[in-house]
Structures are given as C-alpha cells and as structure tokens.
C-alpha cells in the first residue's frame, strides 16, 4: 500500500500526462479518480478527519427513516422497502436509517438497501461497517434485509426512495469568470508536483447554461456542474416511481445576483479547516454550493415534481427528531447499537442536546443545510 506522498506524485505524474484539463475535469480527478481523495484519502467525521457530517449521529438517520417509511406507506403497496443511499461515505448513515427502519417497517416487509459510492476504499469500509451491523440483528430482520453495492447509472423497476447527504456538493463543477462573455478556468501542471490555472473562451453549451444560472455582475466569478442533468436523470431511472431526498449546501439566483459571493463557492476542507485546492489536492475534499435553481431545472427535466426547500431543521423537527431523542433514551437495545457505531455517542437523552443543536440550530447545520424532496410517480 501506498504512503499519501505516493499517491501524491502519482497524481501529479497522471494530470502531466492528461495535459490541460477543464476545473470540473479536474476535480473529478481530483476526488473520484485514481488517486483522488474519496478514492485514496476520504476522511469524513471524527477529529482526526477532514469535515463532519451529519451522518455520524443516529439522531439524523433515524428521522430520515421516520420520512422514509412514510414515503413507502405512500406508494401504497405492501412490497419490500427499496432504499438507495448515493454516496453513503463511511456508511454511519446507512446503518443508522436501517436499524430504524427494521423497527418502523411491518415485521414481513423486506428491506433492500443499495449503496452507491464511487469510492472503492470507502465501499470496503461500509461493507466492513455493515458487516458487523448484520451480524447483530436478530434473525428475522437478518432474513428480511439485505444490502447490495452499485455503481452508477442504476436502472430499475417499481418503487424506491433515494437518499443523498452532501453528494450533489461533490459533484464536478466548472469555474466560469464573467468577461466580456463567459470564461472557464483550466488547470494544468506546472513541474512535479505544482498546478497552474488560466482561463479560456468556455464553449458555447457552457456559456448558455451560465447564461441561465448564473445572474453574476461582470468581472466577478462562479460554478456550475454540467453532470447535474445527467445526474438527476439516472436518478429518475432507478425505479417507476422514486421519491428522492438531497440533502446540501447551496445558493440561490438571487443570492449569485446579489454578489455576495464575487469569486464562487469552491472551497477545499483539510483537517476541518477550509484550504488551498491547488496546494492541499487531492489530501483535501473539493466542495461547491449546489445551485438549488439548476438542480431544480435537473430533476423537474427528469421528470420529478419538487416540493419547495425546507431547512434540514424544520425538515428533522417535522419528521419527529425529538420523539427519536425520546426513542433512544428509553431504549436500551439501541443505545448500545448506536454506541458501537459512534463512538460519540452519548446515552441519555439531555447529552443529545449537543446534536441537537448542531443538526436542527441555526447556528450550526439548522439551516445552512436545505433539503429538497422530490418524487417521480
Ligand atoms: C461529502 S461526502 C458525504 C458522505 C456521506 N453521505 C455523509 O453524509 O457523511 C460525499 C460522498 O459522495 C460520494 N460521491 C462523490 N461523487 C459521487 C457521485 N458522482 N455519485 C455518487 N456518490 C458520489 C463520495 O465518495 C462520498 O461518499
């Protein structure tokens, strides 16, 4: 195995030979390629990682389940629950929303859960996480779960509910200066271990979608995903009918016109700490706030209906996160479930206080964090 400076130069050895590259060509490299951080480094939750999520504590996946079962009473057919989690990262989330589901779902439903994760170190560590998770349950929610990893695009038949928590933020971006027209940043090598960046004339299909999305005054800066249709369109192919939940930071068209943001919202996080994305790359996870309009536009053009943006706190509150505060507290059996596979976690439930605040607060995940629901039927 190789040592992160190894991996490193071998990154840098790789974008020499791949010549000039778009940003967005870039930060799929730089992330999701061969020696990109989900793929070589990802370090998520915890003090010794790069950012936390909300995926590290059971309160957040329990109420997701809460919202989940409902979206399965919904489709009104007694079939197995058909879950997929897009990029579930270290898999805390997953396992979180599968306990509570086991508990909420009738004891003869089945539920199927399928992770999707271009990562293959994170897959090996969800699957080393569900692992111990199965070998714990009882014997009928054993029989009745079952849990598969896949790659995208995923096709599928009937009914199913996606959950997304800070993936449409990792998806690739171009960076794009206004100027006399529409700019795109490029990157590119510069020696062994160095990138340089300049810009260029974007091309027309880019600067259209600029035109669409990005109201930003003139000399300043800013991002768009061109995957983001292509993104909600297999989204919408998973199943017949699909209920999908995201889950993100991001920003509003009147936000890029109001120019608080004059060069972009790219960011890069190191040790929790917001860094350099050419130096820290690929040791750093590339971010971008999700331009909530052109998300919209995706998933309206792939066929799903989109109910307004609630605040991750209004959303948890709705879906009963302080009756699973109540939930936890008086049952045992899940408190040691939850304890194993968080270490932070603490069992009485004034000591979820502090989850509490950082997930529904405002000063905390409240509301930077929306959550935009959609369903396709
Ligand atoms: C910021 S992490 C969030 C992880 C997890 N959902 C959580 O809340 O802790 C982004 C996740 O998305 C995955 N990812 C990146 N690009 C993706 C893509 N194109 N499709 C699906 N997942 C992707 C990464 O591997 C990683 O697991």
């Keep these: 195995m190789e040592n992160d400076w190894q991996v490193r130069s071998r990154f840098f050895e790789r974008l020499e030979t791949m010549g000039p590259l778009t940003f967005g060509e870039f930060m799929q490299e730089a992330l999701i390629g061969p020696y990109g951080y989900y793929t070589a480094r ?11 999520t909300a995926a590290g504590s059971p309160l957040f996946g329990y109420t997701l389940a809460n919202r989940i079962v409902q979206a399965w009473r919904d489709f009104a057919v007694d079939g197995p629950l058909r879950l997929v989690e897009l990029g ?9 929303m599968a306990t509570r589901l086991l508990q909420l779902l009738p004891d003869e439903i089945p539920l199927s859960i ?14 080393s996480l569900m692992e111990d998770f199965v070998f714990g349950l009882a014997e009928n929610d054993r029989r009745r779960l079952t849990i598969a990893w896949e790659t995208l695009p995923l096709r599928g038949e009937g009914d199913v509910v ?3 928590n800070e993936v449409l933020d990792a998806l690739p971006v171009e960076r794009l200066r206004k100027e006399k027209g529409w ?7 510069d020696g ?20 669409r999305f990005l109201p930003i005054q003139e000399g300043t800066s800013a991002e768009l ?11 919408g192919g998973m199943g017949n009918r699909v209920r999908a939940l995201f889950i993100d930071y991001g920003i509003t068209t009147e936000e890029w016109r109001s120019g608080i943001r004059p060069s972009g919202t790219v960011r890069a996080y190191r040790n929790h700490e917001i860094c350099d994305v050419l130096e820290a790359t690929p040791w750093c996870d590339i971010t971008a706030d999700v331009n909530w309009d ?10 799903f209906t989109i109910s307004p943006l609630k605040t991750q706190g209004s959303f948890l509150m709705e879906w009963g996160i302080m009756d699973v505060v109540s939930h936890l507290a008086e049952s045992s059996s899940s408190e040691d479930n939850a304890r194993t596979l968080s270490p932070t976690f603490e069992p009485q439930a004034a000591r979820y206080a502090g989850q509490i605040k950082q997930l529904v607060f405002p000063g905390g995940m409240g509301e930077r964090f929306l959550v935009m629901e959609c369903e396709k039927v």
Aim: aromatic share 8%; with cysteine.
């Design 42 to 52: 990802a370090r998520i939750g915890g003090a010794e990682a790069d950012f936390f």
């Design 183 to 189: 700019q795109r940043m490029m990157v590119k090598a």
């Design 114 to 127: 399928v992770l999707v994760d271009p990562s293959e170190a994170l897959v090996r560590r969800q699957k």
């Design 88 to 96: 579930p990262g270290e898999g805390k989330n997953a396992v979180h």
């Design 294 to 303: 052109h998300a919209f536009d995706a998933a309206s053009a792939a066929g």
């Design 192 to 211: 062994p271990d160095g990138l340089l960046t300049y810009w260029e004339a974007a091309p027309n299909q880019l600067a259209q979608l600029a035109n």
């Design 162 to 164: 996606v959950v997304a």
């Design 225 to 235: 995903c061109p995957q983001m249709h292509s993104f909600f369109e297999s989204v």
